[in-house]
C-alpha cells in the first residue's frame, strides 16, 4: 500500500483573490473597448498608422487618395505672349478697372493734323533742312513769292510751268509796264494766273509766242527762267557773250534769242549749273526748286 494521501481538495478562494479577478476582467474589457473605437476612428493598436478617412458617399476611394491635376490649355491653343487687356463685361464694384484706360490708349491714336496752305511761318513737309534749296524756297515763302499746295507740299521736284513762273516774277519784282495787254487765245479769263501773265507781259519780263499763245502750262525751260530774271533786273551782258558761255560744256546749246542775257545771267552769278557748273543744260525743263534758286539769287542783286 502506498503511504501517499490523495492531494487535498483546492481551497476555496478568499474575496481578495476574488476582487482581483473582477477587476483585472474589468480592464480587459475596457481595454478591447478602447481597442474597438480607436479603429473606428482611423487608428489600430498594431502599428499605430494614420488610415484615410471613410469614403463619403459621393467619393470613391479613388478620387480621396489621387489628386486631381491641374487644368492646362490644349496644345492646340494659341499662346499670346502679349494679350491686349480687355475690360470685362460687368465688373463688380470692386473689380480692378486698370485694364479699361490701358485698352483706351491702346485704341486711342492722335489725329494727324490736317493739312492746311502754306503760309509765311509754315514750312514745306517736302522740303527738308538739308534740301540743296531749302534756304532759297524758305526765304522766298516767307516773303509770299512762292508758294504752295494745299496739303503743305511744296514739290520741288515737278517742272515749273510758265504761269507758275509769271506768278513768281509778279511778286518777286515791281516794274513799270512797257507794252499794252494781249489777250492771248489760250488764256482763258478764270484761270488762276491771269492777272500775274497780263502784268509780267506788260512790264516785258516775259514774252508769248507768235501765234498769239502764252502756253501757261508747259513747262518752263532753264533758259527762259534766266531770260526773264535778266530782264527783270535789266542786267547788261558781257562784251563777248559767246566767250563767256564757253565755259560751260554744252554751252553751244543755248539759243540764239538767249545768249547775251545767259551771259549776263552767269556774270551775275545767277546760274546754277549740273556737274559743279560744268553743265548748263539750257533747254532742260526747270524745277521748281531751280526757278526758286535762281529767283533768289536775282533778288540778291
Known amino acids: 500500500m502506498s503511504n501517499s494521501s490523495p492531494p487535498e481538495p483546492p481551497s476555496p478562494l478568499n474575496i481578495d483573490e476574488w476582487m482581483a479577478i473582477f477587476v483585472a476582467f474589468t480592464a480587459i474589457s475596457s481595454i478591447g473597448y478602447w481597442v474597438q473605437n480607436k479603429q473606428d476612428q482611423g487608428w489600430t493598436l498594431k502599428n499605430l498608422q494614420f488610415l484615410p478617412p471613410s469614403p463619403q458617399p459621393n ?10 491635376p491641374t487644368p492646362t490649355a490644349p496644345e492646340s491653343s494659341p499662346v499670346i505672349s502679349n494679350p491686349i487687356p480687355t475690360a470685362p463685361k460687368s465688373p463688380s464694384p470692386r473689380s480692378p478697372t486698370l485694364a479699361i484706360p490701358r485698352l483706351s490708349k491702346l ?12 503760309t509765311s511761318s509754315v514750312e514745306f513737309s517736302d522740303v527738308p533742312n538739308n534740301f540743296w534749296a531749302n534756304p532759297a524756297i524758305a526765304s522766298l515763302a516767307k516773303r509770299n513769292v512762292v508758294v504752295g499746295f494745299p496739303d503743305g507740299t511744296f514739290e520741288p ?36 494766273a491771269s492777272d500775274a501773265i497780263a502784268e509780267v507781259f506788260q512790264t516785258g519780263i516775259l514774252k508769248g509766242y507768235s501765234d498769239n ?37 554744252d554751252g553751244e546749246q543755248v539759243p540764239d534769242y538767249a545768249i547775251a542775257k545767259i551771259a549776263a545771267a552767269k556774270a551775275a552769278g545767277l546760274v546754277t549749273g549740273y556737274r ?25 542783286q
Open 59 to 68: 467619393q470613391t476611394p479613388e478620387a480621396l487618395s489621387t489628386p486631381k
Open 107 to 118: 485704341l486711342t491714336r492722335k489725329k494727324k493734323p490736317s493739312p492746311t496752305p502754306p
Open 157 to 192: 521736284e515737278r517742272f515749273a510751268t510758265r504761269g507758275e513762273l509769271a506768278a513768281m516774277l509778279q511778286k518777286a519784282f515791281d516794274r513799270k509796264n512797257k507794252q499794252n495787254p494781249v489777250d492771248f487765245e489760250d488764256l482763258p479769263p478764270n484761270y488762276w
Open 213 to 249: 499763245r502764252f502756253r501757261p502750262n508747259q513747262p518752263v525751260s532753264r533758259a527762259e527762267v534766266l531770260v526773264a530774271l535778266v530782264t527783270a533786273l535789266n542786267l547788261k551782258p558781257p562784251s563777248t557773250p559767246e566767250k563767256s558761255l564757253q565755259s560751260f560744256k
Open 276 to 300: 559743279n557748273g560744268e553743265l548748263l543744260v539750257p533747254s532742260k525743263p526747270a524745277t521748281r526748286a531751280e526757278v526758286a534758286a535762281m529767283i533768289y539769287q536775282a533778288l540778291q
